[in-house]
């Protein structure tokens, strides 16, 4: 017996349900009912966002991610974990929590993001760029909770300025600023990639985290510096986080951009908000449930040994691919989610 078959019947004798195995995880729930719909949408989350961000579809992990389902009347919330060495990611394990419906279209695409960005990067990232993407596709009221809270820490000590979060590798100890990091980097996220795309926003990070924020900003986004940056942001969060549009007659002057620059257009406040499309949060079937899929070896991974950062468009079907007997001890075991 392997040590994940014996993680997994180690889990299965102190948390009880039902388990629900597919191509990429193994969900443990209360029903099999739930089991299988969440083992559905986790394998939908996986693919559609991986062509949202990437462009194409991952492979099979070698090993599947172990998911701990609580369904009741709980807050919405997820933890999601993995190891990194040596620009190999592996040791995949999520906790979600919540109301089934939270858990479906928010809890549950958050989390299969992390596992997204932590394939694709191959190493840790700072909080506020994998919680604020991540954030992007969860449900309207969950969106709306972020901005709010931006939106009260704005002219407060409990704003935590972007030359502050952004190399933050850590949560916050206070709880309440776990809660302003996530809905900072929900803003920042969603304002870069409106003004680009989120593709430019995967190559900002990873030349932002070898060769500096500043440069990062300036090649992507047109901002000379930081604190530029900060004020537009700003800006637009006192204008209601609005749509951004390049082309329409402009409302909100954004002043100080560089020159030459285009800066972005930020339209009326829209009755509803912004929706961008990371996976089409119901497109997964949860009344008619498929049969579980076959047990077939498994000859993909993602492994790939001496990776030189940063990664930007490597096809997946490039990667070496090594023996999981060759690995050595985790040099990063990252928690990829807290809850809030």
């Known amino acids: 017996m392997d040590a994940l078959h014996a993680c997994l019947l180690l889990v299965a004798t102190t948390f009880p349900g039902a388990n629900f ?9 209360p029903t099999d009912e739930f089991a299988q719909q969440v083992g559905i949408a986790a394998e939908h989350y996986r693919r559609e966002l991986a062509v949202v961000w990437l462009g194409r579809e991952m492979p099979k992990w070698d090993r599947p991610c172990p998911v701990f389902v609580k369904v009741g009347d709980y807050g919405a919330s997820g933890a999601t974990s993995f190891n990194f060495d040596r620009g190999e990611v592996y040791g995949w394990k999520m906790n979600v929590q919540g109301t089934a419906e939270r858990i479906l279209d928010s809890v549950l695409p958050h989390e299969v993001n992390h596992t997204i960005f932590a394939s694709y990067f191959r190493r840790p990232l700072p909080r506020w760029a994998d919680e604020g993407a991540a954030s992007l596709i969860e449900h309207d009221s969950e969106r709306l909770r972020l901005r709010k809270i931006h939106e009260q820490v704005l002219r407060t000590t409990r704003k935590i300025p972007l030359q502050q979060l952004l190399p933050m590798r850590e949560y916050p100890t206070e709880t309440q600023q776990v809660l302003t990091l996530y809905a900072e980097g929900y803003s920042l996220a969603d304002f870069l990639i409106q003004q680009q795309d989120k593709q430019v ?12 924020w500043g440069p990062a900003l300036k090649q992507h986004y047109a901002y000379n510096s930081i604190d530029d940056l900060e ?25 100080n951009r560089p020159q030459g620059s285009r800066p972005p257009t930020i339209r009326a406040q829209s009755e509803s908000l912004p929706s961008i499309e990371l996976g089409l949060a119901t497109a997964f079937p949860v009344a008619a449930v498929p049969p579980p899929l076959p ?10 040994e001496g990776l030189e950062w940063p990664v930007v468009a490597a096809p997946f079907d490039q990667f070496d691919r090594q023996p999981r007997s060759r690995l050595t001890v985790p040099v990063h075991v990252v928690s990829a989610s807290r809850a809030r």
């Open 295 to 304: 047990r077939t070896p498994r000859d993909a991974s993602l492994d790939r």
């Open 201 to 212: 926003y995967l190559q900002f990070l990873g030349m932002a985290l070898k060769t500096g």
């Open 21 to 29: 195995r597919t191509e990429n995880f193994v969900i443990t729930a």
């Open 231 to 255: 004020r537009d942001l700003d800006q637009w969060i006192v204008a209601g986080s609005p749509d951004l549009d390049s082309t329409e007659g402009e409302l909100l002057a954004l002043s």
